[in-house]
């Protein structure tokens, strides 16, 4: 399968022979407005500008394969030598070219890159936030091309019972001064259609944060506004599959947020009563845009709360074991203070948390999410026998949730349900010796932390290539696990550390060590836009392989299934294996342990990808024809409950 790097240099002999079909202006001066169309799964560097693209991308049409009900993405860019102001973009309606069916124009997204700074191999400015809000100005770039350069997303939503075909369309952009130009877009759409979100088997794993979306927007904290602004990040999360959330019960954790969301309120006898108030309106957004998620860790145990280092023989001693943080809330006044809970392995101790757990029973039970309970965080350093003991007393039912370089089937005797771990994490295997299928475990959710050497992909970080990041879930499916764990969905630098650095809440207090969420890996997988949290290139990059990992699944379900595979046929079978198994051998031995090269990953981001996503989404249309309505050929849900 080294075939990637010799296509890397085959690519550019496309030939140019359509022509300058739509490069040449509709208006104005050619010579002052570029533009021309980028694959969506390459990174877009700030010296991409329009006089220096390939001739043979200019003449591209957008081109997007998909299926029902997905989400699919192209990309249009202008350049200028002068600023880009006043930048508009319109789109016609989708007409298919059999049967009369249309797309309608409302249907299509249109949003505009962020120059996000944080460059890629080569260490140049990239692009990375998608805002539908257009920059009021493009400014040439002084330190790189000289060239105002403006990349544009045309995102279509394909309808659940849209008509299977082939559609066209065009995408005119203008700019104040320079003219316009005009692209055309196609669209193919197979005849499968893409489960919900929610029912995605596969795990993203992104980790949300109020408190940096509060600093971010200067909004006060559990006001109107921030929850507003907490539906946008939930939303966004919930189009990908994120299957997991956390509720803070203790103050100062290593997600840097000063208070937990669960807060203790002082009663007129001078005892303390935990109030859910906050924690009840945050699960409501929950419910609203993620779903009846797998997984709610309530956040009650950190590892400075003393801790053992997993290998250790010996675990901390009792006297090192610390009572945890918590906030209090005074309801004359409504200010905060902080309080320490009693110290574990004590009577007070139960008594201290067995209301905590009983109410956020009742809370979950309320929305029926009883049976995604679960407590944490556990890491490289695990509870003490002791603290575990109290949580079982007071909730013997709620498993723990952990990251870990090793894994962890139980912590003293509690067993896991969301657990993650980077030594010996699945990765993709020569499937001619070994074939894996992280979506078949049923009961708990495997994931692997992101960074090299776990997950079949290696780490991930914002400066990685797109590819890496469209292949991301499969690879793990292929490794035999869901996906990842302790990704970041808005840890931005929201404040400034104690050398005047802007930086992460998280590890504001103390760090995870080797498993602390830092931009080796990913923080932030949305990005501050101008009303709110907005995705990035790199979260569609997720989303489009969490819709091509569903139709995988689909097939896979029914070549694993004897009657399935008997009505599909031994020859036909063997030919949708083949296609699966060219897939994985590519995850395998060219994008995994960090051998994405940026040849590799131009060849996968202009070639590959788009031809394999046209005969997985063809494959997964057949396979469901054939086995009929009936079939069960769909994406699994999660089913961890």
């Known amino acids: ?25 509709a208006t104005g001066d050619g010579l002052k407005l570029h533009a021309w169309t980028h694959p969506v799964a390459l990174k877009l560097a700030i010296s991409d500008c329009g006089d220096k693209a390939p001739i043979w991308e200019k003449t591209a049409p957008i081109v997007i394969v998909g299926a029902k009900g997905g989400v699919y993405s192209g990309q249009v860019v202008i350049s200028s030598p002068e600023p880009l102001t006043e930048i508009k973009v319109t789109v016609a309606d989708l007409k298919a070219d059999k ?5 309608p124009a409302s249907a299509v997204q249109v949003r505009y890159a962020l120059l996000d700074g944080i460059g890629d191999y080569w260490r140049e400015p990239t692009f990375d936030g998608l805002d539908a809000a257009p920059p009021e100005e493009v400014k040439p ?17 394909v309808p659940r019972d849209a008509q299977p075909g082939q559609y066209a369309s065009q995408v005119t952009v203008s700019v104040k001064g320079l003219g316009e130009r005009a692209a055309p877009l196609q669209l193919k759409v197979h005849d499968w259609t893409i489960p919900e979100p929610k029912d995605f088997a596969t795990e993203p794993g992104f980790t949300q944060s109020p408190e940096s979306v509060a600093m971010q927007y200067q909004a006060p904290l559990w006001s109107d506004k921030h929850f507003a602004l907490l539906a946008q990040s939930l939303q966004l999360l919930g189009e990908v599959g994120t299957k997991a959330v956390y509720i803070t019960a203790i ?30 309106k945050y699960l409501d957004l929950v419910v609203k845009h993620m779903g009846a998620v797998p997984v709610v860790v309530f956040y009650a145990w950190d590892i400075d709360l003393g801790s053992t280092m997993f290998y250790a023989k010996t675990q901390v001693s009792d006297e090192n074991i610390k009572g945890a943080t918590v906030s209090v809330l005074d309801p004359k006044t409504n ?28 809370v979950l039970k309320k929305r029926g999410l009883e049976k995604s309970f679960l407590v944490g965080t556990a890491s490289d350093m695990r509870p003490n026998k002791l603290i575990v003991g109290d949580f079982k007393a007071v909730a013997p039912d709620v498993p723990w949730a952990c990251c870990s370089h090793g894994f962890a089937n139980e912590l003293q005797g509690q067993p896991t349900r969301y657990v993650a771990s980077v030594w010996g994490s699945g990765r993709p295997t020569d499937p001619a010796k070994k074939r894996m299928y992280g979506w078949q475990e049923k009961t708990r959710l495997i994931m692997t932390f992101g960074r090299s050497g776990c997950g079949g992909i290696g780490k991930l970080s914002p400066g990685f290539p797109l590819a890496q990041h469209r292949l991301a879930l499969e690879g793990c499916l292929a490794g035999g696990i869901r996906g990842y764990m ?12 104690d050398r005047g650095r802007a930086a992460r809440l998280v590890d504001r207090f103390f760090g995870w060590g080797g498993l602390s969420m830092t931009d080796t890996n990913t923080c932030a997988i949305l990005a501050p836009g101008k009303d709110g949290p907005v995705a990035t290139e790199r979260y569609e990059m997720f989303r489009e392989c969490a819709q091509e990992c569903a139709a995988r699944i689909s097939i896979e379900k029914a070549l694993l299934d004897p009657a399935s595979r008997a009505r599909l046929g031994e020859e036909a079978a063997k030919g949708y294996q083949a296609m699966l198994d060219e897939r994985t051998l ?3 031995t060219e994008v995994a342990e960090g051998k994405c090269t940026p040849q590799i990953a131009e060849a996968l981001g202009r070639k590959v990808i788009p ?4 005969k997985l989404y063809a494959a997964a249309a057949e396979v469901a024809k054939k086995l009929g309505p009936s079939a069960a050929t769909q994406a699994a849900p999660s089913e961890t409950h």
């Open 141 to 157: 770039h002084a330190k790189a091309t000289f060239m105002a350069v403006q990349p544009i997303w045309v995102t279509v939503r």
């Open 486 to 497: 302790r990704f970041g969905a808005d840890f931005w630098p929201v404040f400034k550390n």
């Open 335 to 362: 200010e905060l203070s902080y309080t320490t809970a009693p110290k574990p392995g004590t009577p007070e101790s139960q008594a201290f948390w067995k209301p905590a757990f009983d109410g956020m029973r009742e």
């Open 1 to 25: 399968m080294r075939f990637l790097t010799a296509l890397a240099m085959a690519v550019v002999t496309v030939s140019a022979a359509a022509g300058l079909a739509w490069g040449q202006p």
């Open 611 to 614: 031809e394999r996503s046209e």
């Open 586 to 588: 590519t995850l395998a």
């Open 251 to 280: 103050a100062k954790t290593n997600f840097g947020n000063d208070h937990g969301m669960v807060r203790w309120v002082k009663q007129a006898d001078g005892s303390l009563k935990p109030d859910f108030a906050i924690v009840e």
């Open 99 to 103: 049967g009369g069916g249309v797309i």
